[in-house]
């Protein structure tokens, strides 16, 4: 037996590696840490816009290939279905993509030719096999099994909703529904290393689905968003804390770096970066941290990313369109960087594992989307030195005739296939 | 993992470097991953029975070489039983010694316990039967000296471990890469457990492969 300087780098190498991925990607999954060849962004239909019906749209992202900056392929599910979220399994062979309208699940194969996904399979039946859950809306992969966040629930349309687990190959496995005094939901995240699971609160669908305007000017609808968050033991998928949370926190984003315990997420209504940090005494307790711009104008933070080195977090705005870049390295003191607008709207943003490219899209639900000249619809690229962000490509998706942009997942020519080009890469993902 | 776990893979690394001529070198890493040693993990798993692991699918039993070259079942569960199986190969450069590892420590927390241990198999099978014949398989069980039912399992041929990795969603990758030779198998590192009807009770990923967690799950299934 012989011990090397290079098994014991392997070793430690592989033990850091643990938690790392993707910067908001599940720690259980494959990861793609150089350049994406693809963005899948899941694109909610328009009425009259080309088909009309939801669908993914895959855009060429890689500067070295004819296809970069263009729609490379569509695939249409036939519907509109408020289409939101989406996620991959922990293979990264297939994209889960959700309506939270419908809650109908589709299922793409990216495996087979990542540049032409191939819709598979179609889950009709997510309302009656998870006894009336409602809204599906994080996809989040863990190994062999997909969980999932929902927003409602079919009884009332409100907020009481649940967590549902699903097999790879699309077969229900249960439902916890969320703890009484935190019966929304929104987000969930997992930090294995803590045994720990984050879980966020929004509203239920009978407000979701409704014209911002006239939910806006309805005090009492307004009442039904949630203001908690629950930390839960992941393993035995308990509830074991409420965390108070005024104003709907939405995306949560767990610290990557395993010595960093503590997770961000925005509050939409409040406008405010808050901290979820564990205690000495292994407990968790809930920081207000910071305003997302001007909280009296109802900036409404959506989409958050943490770079890979848990030192910036990109902060979406959906009513002033902007991106807000806050240095989290002292992540109870986050430093406002670079502030910049985007669009006439935004909701989502995603980055590559390195943090040097940048992906927005615009809409945020069909019904809460701005009109007119603010009410564009856009895949908006850009390049991120650390200091500023400059513009790479975009693609106009009502010009596209596409629809309305929502969540963009990567994907890589070879990277599944093991060819030799991505050879490196793929060793990479033990 | 527990400090324990981690010198144990240091040390079945380096046994398997020794078997299998080790990797090219290291290959790139990401540029933003934490350096410096990651800490313990830092929580109690939570106790036998008070959670449940429902079931998610079934795997069937299958034909396979034991060390002595002979065919012998990968599973052989009766009523009550249940099994940890683990896919490595001996080239694994990191995430192979880390299950094996794990295993090890299980295999130890069992020999306290022969009540448990009279119904549980710890399974290790080699995805890459090409290289890892089954004498080289009973030089991997030589060195972790095993104490209880611990089955260390390859194919033929590498057409014969491939109706295995399906039937449990085990996904791999073989690379062809010029930086790391020999031949890479990429892979998932994925622990199953399986209760004595064949059923998936739990899969665990490098993230959460804890020996505490996998005997509390053991407790947990063989007590319904």
């Given at each position: 037996m012989r011990i090397t300087p290079l098994a014991i780098a392997s070793f430690v190498l592989?033990?850091?590696?643990?938690?790392?991925?993707?910067?908001?990607q599940s720690p259980y999954i494959q990861k793609l840490v150089g350049h994406e060849d693809y963005v899948y962004v899941w694109t909610l239909g328009v009425d009259g816009l080309g088909d009309g019906s939801d669908k993914l749209v895959t855009v060429g992202a890689n500067p070295t290939r004819p296809d970069f900056g263009k729609v490379v392929s569509t695939v249409s599910v036939g519907g509109r279905h408020e289409a939101h979220h989406a996620g991959f399994t922990d293979d990264r062979r297939f994209l889960w993509a959700g309506?939270?309208?419908?809650?109908?699940?589709?299922?793409f194969d990216l495996a087979t030719d990542p540049a032409h996904p191939k819709l598979v399979r179609t889950i009709g039946d997510f309302v009656e096999k998870t006894g009336g859950v409602v809204g599906p809306h994080t996809f989040y992969p863990i190994p062999g099994r997909m969980l999932i966040s929902a927003l409602s629930n079919a009884k009332d349309d409100g907020g009481r909703t649940a967590l549902v687990e699903y097999t790879n190959d699309g077969d229900f496995i249960r439902t916890i529904w969320m703890p009484a005094g935190a019966e929304y939901g929104y987000d969930v995240r997992v930090n294995p290393h803590l045994n720990r699971m984050l879980t966020s609160s929004f509203t239920g669908r009978a407000n979701y689905m409704r014209p911002l305007g006239a939910l806006l000017g309805d005090p009492e609808a307004m009442k039904r968003f949630g203001d908690t968050m629950v930390v839960w033991d992941f393993h035995a998928r308990k509830p074991l804390q409420t965390l108070k949370v005024p104003g709907a926190p939405l995306e949560i984003r767990w610290a990557l770096d395993p010595r960093h315990e503590y997770a961000f997420t925005s509050t939409a209504l409040t406008s405010k970066l808050w901290g979820i940090f564990r205690k000495q005494d292994g407990s968790f307790e809930a920081v207000e941290l910071a305003n997302v711009g001007d909280p009296a104008k109802t900036p409404l933070p959506v989409d958050i990313s943490l770079s890979s080195d848990d030192r910036f977090l990109f902060v979406d705005s959906f009513m002033d369109g902007k991106v807000r870049i806050f240095d989290v390295s002292e992540p109870r003191a986050p430093k406002l960087v670079?502030?910049?607008r985007i669009g006439g709207q935004v909701n989502m943003v995603s980055q590559s594992w390195d943090g040097k490219r940048l992906y927005f899209t615009s809409s945020l639900l069909a019904n809460w989307d701005k009109s007119g000249a603010e009410g564009e619809q856009f895949l908006r690229a850009f390049d991120f030195d650390g200091r500023s962000l400059k513009p790479a490509f975009e693609v106009d998706f009502t010009g596209s005739k596409l629809g309305r942009p929502h969540i963009m997942h990567f994907g890589r020519e070879g990277f599944l296939a093991g060819a030799a080009a991505g050879g490196a890469e793929v060793a990479e993902l033990n | 993992m527990r400090p324990r776990a981690r010198a144990t893979a240091i040390l079945i690394l380096g046994a398997a470097l020794a078997l299998g001529g080790g990797p090219g070198g290291p290959r790139e890493s990401p540029s933003a991953a934490p350096t410096g040693p990651a800490p313990t993990a830092r929580f109690e798993p939570p106790l036998p029975g008070s959670y449940e692991l429902p079931p998610f699918g079934h795997v069937r039993d299958h034909e396979l070489l034991g060390p002595d070259g002979a065919p012998t079942a990968l599973l052989a569960l009766g009523p009550g039983d249940a099994a940890l199986v683990g896919f490595v190969y001996l080239h694994c450069p990191d995430a192979c010694p880390v299950a094996m590892a794990v295993f090890q420590e299980v295999d130890r927390m069992l020999a306290e316990r022969p009540e448990l241990a009279a119904r549980v198999t710890l399974v290790t099978v080699s995805f890459d039967p090409a290289r890892d014949t089954p004498e080289r398989m009973a030089s991997l069980r030589r060195a972790l000296d095993p104490q209880g039912r611990w089955r260390f399992l390859?194919?033929?041929?590498?057409?014969?471990?491939?109706?295995?990795?399906?039937d449990f969603g085990q996904d791999l990758v073989r690379v062809a890469d010029a930086a790391a030779p020999p031949e890479v198998v990429s892979h998932m590192l994925k622990v199953f457990l399986v209760d004595g009807a064949g059923r998936l009770r739990n899969i665990y990923s490098s993230g959460f492969l804890d020996a505490r967690i996998l005997l509390n799950d053991l407790l947990t299934v063989l007590h319904e």
């Open positions: 592989c033990a850091a590696r643990a938690l790392a991925d993707e910067p908001c309506g939270l309208d419908t809650s109908q699940i589709f299922v670079l502030e910049k | 390859t194919a033929a041929n590498p057409a014969g471990i491939e109706p295995v990795l399906s």
